[in-house]
T-cell receptor, first 118, second 112 residues
């Protein structure tokens, strides 16, 4: 099946720094990728929809200036957590759909990035 | 926003027993999917059922969908300790590039 990778898998940073997380579709192209956040023992919450070549669409309550999304190519989307604070500590997961309509119903998920802000 | 509500929130069973998890959702959907997540790990896609389907099987998994009640169930038969994980239902409202919206999940513990 299709593979989505994320880098880094784990990051620890000091409060006030910015952290960039990369999401790549390895063997398929994706015009749209999705970013989710998951707090401990909770479900995945959709943060934003990343569109290649255009601005991301953010869910209600998600600050676009805080969580910068760039989708510069059909295989790469990045999420930058700016001026991270301890409350941003979470598990961030990206996903993508294959452009091929036949496989388009399945969303492929990355392995996630665990962010810890001290 | 979250679409689905899973029931129960937590379930503990003995190995060999069947586990049933339910999911309810609020809006019309194109399809509903079930995922498994081991603690602190990524998601594993289990099964997809379309809005015009009522039941689907995959190995020890059986999924039903009742669009009139906006609900789905996931049955895992002959459970194993390795089935211990969180299980989430997720819905897609339309075809195309619309995101999956996840329910709150059920934490399943299978005791050997």
């Amino acid at each position: 099946g299709a593979v989505v990778s994320q880098h880094p898998s784990r990051v620890i940073c000091k409060s006030g720094t910015s952290v960039k997380i990369e999401c790549r579709s390895l063997d398929f192209q994706a015009t749209t990728m999705f970013w989710y956040r998951q707090f401990p023992k909770q479900s995945l919450m959709l943060m934003a929809t990343s569109n290649e070549g255009s601005k991301a669409t953010y869910e209600q309550g998600v600050e676009k200036d805080k969580f910068l999304i760039n989708h510069a190519s059909l295989t790469l989307s990045t999420l930058t957590v700016t001026s991270a604070h301890p409350e941003d500590s979470s598990f961030y997961i990206c996903s993508a759909r294959d452009l091929d309509g036949g496989a388009g119903e399945t969303q492929y998920f990355g392995p996630g990035t665990r962010l810890l802000v001290l | 926003s979250q679409q689905g509500e899973e029931d129960p929130q937590a379930l503990s069973i003995q190995e060999g027993e069947n586990a049933t998890m339910n999911c309810s959702y609020k809006t019309s959907i194109n399809n509903l999917q079930w995922y498994r997540q081991n603690s602190g790990r990524g998601l594993v896609h289990l099964i997809l059922i379309r809005s015009n389907e009522r039941e689907k099987h995959s190995g020890r998994l059986r999924v039903t969908l009742d669009t009139s009640k906006k609900s789905s169930s996931l049955l895992i038969t002959a459970s194993r300790a390795a089935d211990t994980a969180s299980y989430f239902c997720a819905t897609v409202r339309n075809s195309g590039n619309t995101p999956l919206v996840f329910g709150k999940g059920t934490r399943l513990s299978v005791i050997a």
